[in-house]
């Protein structure tokens, strides 16, 4: 930040007395404080946690700075943790500036700097490895930026595991977008942690104005009345001349009627509203990569530049610059060619197809207001700092894994509060386009709209369950740990109040049918039903159980040859044995024929009565249902991945053999099968580059799972086409054994990236025909799985359960695989 004094490797002569360091924290600003903020900083000062929810660009991460600074002047270390590795970088850049390379490391899996430094940049995943091994490493503050991620479906587990195993010592320093229970947020983690503050700021810095956008370039206010009188545009333009010829909102089907059909507005209309106005920079979000390109590659084709002659001077020496530091980028490429293009008329492109470099070339240029407009998906929302004056949301609906569904309250705050610039723009202004007149409704609610509260994400995987199996061992220890999740929480409020709907249903119908009880109120004979409910679930819990330990007998035979040893585990961590779930049973069923009901006269006619109640019995059946899953689904959870462990000898007599051992190391979504793999055998013997080209089947999920290059590439490759065959069918055999136990977590093998890992590992230099010969996909995406694919080789190697055979090996790949334009791309 503007004003800020950088921090030397003498931090010991930062001041020690609290007041001086919060004084002279504030001296680094030529600006004064918000109050939200001077509250965290006095709260922190004096040894609280913190969690703050405001808006983008409130200033949320000068919190974490003081926090920073306290650190540093008092000796301590701090970890700060991001979601994106693009942001981990970003941050590592921005704080290696302010306090010296000395004072700041990183680690991101497949990169590892000065990694005992004091103030530590690191992914959430790898902290909460640490955590889980008991390695605080000395730490005395956390910092959980974009702590909203714990709502992340896919990653949004590790949020809650680190403040599950964070040391209580450690003071947290949570920052969030805004949230509608951050108050519940923190109410979980004071119980599960240690008493944290929570502070809601809900006022942006700058204001914001939101407008609603139609195709001729016509801006709306957000209002019901605006809603109406665009319909009633819409409805007259839909009218059709004597030639038959619809106007723009409508068409015609056969037999004359009319068609729903969607009109994007056009991006040449958008920004020339903007321009008139006096509303560049902005930063145009569109939601799909070929959306963005096809954008910035028409723009080009109608539009004058934005950049007057000294100012295109400035961004041709940038590029030059960047081509000189970045020298194996290709821009002779279609993509690059387009990039660069733009960027000298002041129009930019950023998703996550593009290389870093680039991206990053595009974040520098638009920060210094070289760039105008930013074709950007959403990702761009998440983080990355590149306020602007104007924000253009280009549609109101997303792709997503189930179709299409309509943007988020959330979303819509996270993307449109880029817009307005503090200490520059009085006013920021985001536009609502609208594909058609029945969106305006759609961005009148969304403009309107409460942001939504924080779902729990929260799962058991493999690497989950086998971190806890070694770290807890204990099942009763295990089980108290799930238990304080954020997710079990929430199941535990909404227990609470399942339970007094339960109640006042039962009054309520119970009078409107006539339903009295002469002895006791019918809340009583409820739970008594409850509680023989209950013994019926511990009598289905023992049949499973006898049918999980078989199953997972005769598993294990056939994975180790070991016949049927073991099956003692899946009862080790159910809790008891099959007799003490009978002795269990014995203890219920008689302090059930104790209740005062059991033995009532009047029961059977009550209950008869109650199931003669259609109404009631299918609410009743419901509630049941709902409670037992709330109560229970994470153990559950727990209990199926443990026995799939067990099927595959991974678990024994509840401890972790070498193969369960390595699972619980791996941050990776395939831990399973990446096990499965590294014991099978497929890796040995091979050279770094066919070792290499298997493993790349295992990163991530692409964007597409076939492959046509692979599978011609494999046809000049029968020894590593035989290899890829066995890894399908492992794949297979994971996912088979994943459903027969009812465990719902995701399994992916593809060949997208083997051809082009192949090559690269093999010596190929020429990075363009690789990527246009064996991949034919965006090249950032070939550096990310790269980058992946080199922190999955390290994980491998790292591990002492391996042959020290394949390790080599392994160490041999990430030197050939981390050069030339991947390994430039490292810190970016």
């Not at 105008?372 to 997303?398: C, D, N, W, Y």
């Not at 990236?753 to 093999?762: F, I, N, S």
């Amino acid at each position: 930040m503007t004003g800020e004094r950088p921090i030397g490797p003498a931090s010991t002569s930062l001041p020690q007395n609290e007041q001086a360091l919060v004084d002279s924290f504030h001296d680094r600003y030529p600006f004064s404080l918000d109050s939200f903020q001077e509250e965290a900083i006095r709260l922190i000062a004096e040894d609280n946690s913190v969690i703050v929810s405001a808006p983008t660009g409130a200033g949320k991460t000068l919190i974490a700075e003081f926090a920073i600074y306290r650190a540093l002047a008092h000796q301590h270390r701090i970890a700060y943790t991001t979601p994106l590795k693009a942001l981990s970088n970003q941050k590592y850049a921005d704080f290696t500036r302010q306090y010296g390379e000395g004072l700041v490391g990183i680690l991101t899996g497949d990169v590892k700097v000065n990694p005992r430094a004091p103030l530590i940049v690191m992914t959430t995943e790898i902290l909460r490895n640490k955590f889980y091994a008991g390695q605080s490493e000395g730490l005395a503050y956390v910092v959980l930026d974009e702590c909203h991620y714990m709502g992340n479906e896919g990653r949004g587990t590790v949020w809650e595991e680190i403040v599950i195993n964070c040391p209580p010592e450690v003071q947290l320093v949570a920052l969030s977008a805004t949230v509608s229970n951050i108050g519940e947020i923190a109410e979980w983690i004071s119980q599960t942690h240690r008493p944290i503050r929570a502070i809601h700021h809900p006022i942006r810095p700058v204001p914001l104005q939101y407008l609603l956008c139609d195709k001729d370039g016509q801006l709306w206010p957000p209002e019901p009345a605006s809603v109406q009188r665009i319909l009633r545009g819409s409805t007259s333009a839909r009218g059709f001349s004597s030639d038959r010829v619809a106007r723009p909102w409508g068409r015609r089907r056969e037999h004359g009627h009319r068609a729903f059909r969607r009109r994007p507005l056009e991006v040449s209309v958008a920004i020339a509203v903007l321009k008139s106005r006096r509303w560049l920079p902005a930063i145009y979000f569109i939601f799909s990569r070929s959306g963005c390109e096809r954008a910035l590659a028409r723009f080009l084709e109608r539009n004058e530049p934005l950049l007057d002659s000294a100012r295109a001077e400035e961004v041709e020496e940038a590029i030059g610059r960047a081509l000189f530091e970045y020298p194996s980028i290709v821009p002779e490429s279609d993509l690059n060619r387009l990039i660069l293009k733009g960027l000298r008329r002041g129009v930019g492109l950023h998703h996550a197809g593009i290389l870093p470099a680039l991206k990053r070339l595009t974040e520098i240029l638009f920060e210094r207001g070289l760039v105008q407009v930013v074709f950007a998906t959403e990702t761009m929302s998440l983080g990355i700092h590149m306020p602007a004056k104007s924000v253009v949301i280009g549609g109101l609906r997303k792709r997503s894994d189930l179709g299409f569904r309509s943007l988020s309250v959330g979303e819509l705050t996270q993307m449109g509060g880029r817009a307005g610039r503090r200490g520059i723009d009085p006013e920021g202004t985001c536009l609502l386009a609208l594909d058609s007149a029945e969106a305006a409704e759609d961005a009148v609610r969304l403009v309107r709209g409460e942001p939504e509260p924080i779902e729990s994400r929260f799962r058991i995987g493999y690497s989950s369950a086998a971190l806890l199996i070694e770290s807890h061992r204990e099942p009763e220890a295990i089980r108290k740990t799930i238990e304080r999740s954020f997710g079990q929480f929430q199941n535990r409020r909404k227990i609470e109040a399942i339970r007094v709907e339960q109640e006042r249903l039962i009054r309520r119908m119970a009078e409107s049918e006539g339903m009295t009880s002469p002895c006791c109120e019918l809340a009583t004979l409820f739970h008594y039903r409850e509680g023989r409910a209950a013994v019926e679930q511990e009598q289905e819990r023992l049949r499973n159980l006898r049918v999980a330990t078989a199953r997972a007998g005769r598993g294990r035979g056939k994975a180790r040859g070991r016949g049927g040893r073991g099956s003692s585990s899946l009862a080790f961590f159910w809790g008891e044995s099959a007799e003490e779930t009978r002795a269990k049973i014995d203890v219920m069923t008689l302090s059930l024929s104790q209740a005062p009901c059991h033995r009532c006269p009047e029961r059977g006619l009550r209950e008869r009565q109650i199931k003669q109640s259609r109404r009631l019995g299918q609410v009743l059946e419901g509630h049941r249902r709902t409670l037992q899953q709330l109560q229970d689904s994470y153990w559950e959870q727990f209990l199926q991945v443990v026995a799939v462990l067990q099927h595959f000898g991974y678990l024994e007599d509840g401890r972790l053999s070498a193969e369960g051992r390595l699972i619980a190391s791996l941050r990776h979504d395939n831990e399973l099968l990446a096990a499965r793999v590294a014991f099978s055998g497929l890796l040995q013997g091979l050279p770094p580059e066919e070792l290499a080209a298997l493993l790349s089947c295992l990163v991530e999920e692409p964007r597409r799972a076939e492959s046509p290059v692979a599978r011609l590439f494999l046809r000049d490759q029968a020894h590593l086409r035989r290899r890829v065959k066995t890894l399908e069918e492992l794949s297979q055999e994971v996912d088979k054994i994943q459903r027969s136990y009812r465990v719902a977590l995701p399994i992916s093998m593809h060949t997208v990236y083997l051809a082009a890992t192949h090559r690269w590992v093999a010596g190929e230099d020429d990075w363009l025909a690789l990527v246009e010969q064996s991949f034919g996909a965006h090249e950032g995406d070939l550096i990310r799985a790269f980058r992946r694919l080199i922190d999955l080789c390290r994980q491998l190697e790292e591990s002492p359960v391996l042959p020290a055979e394949i390790q080599r090996t392994l160490s041999r790949t990430v030197e050939l695989l981390d050069r030339g334009i991947v390994l430039e791309s490292a810190l970016i």
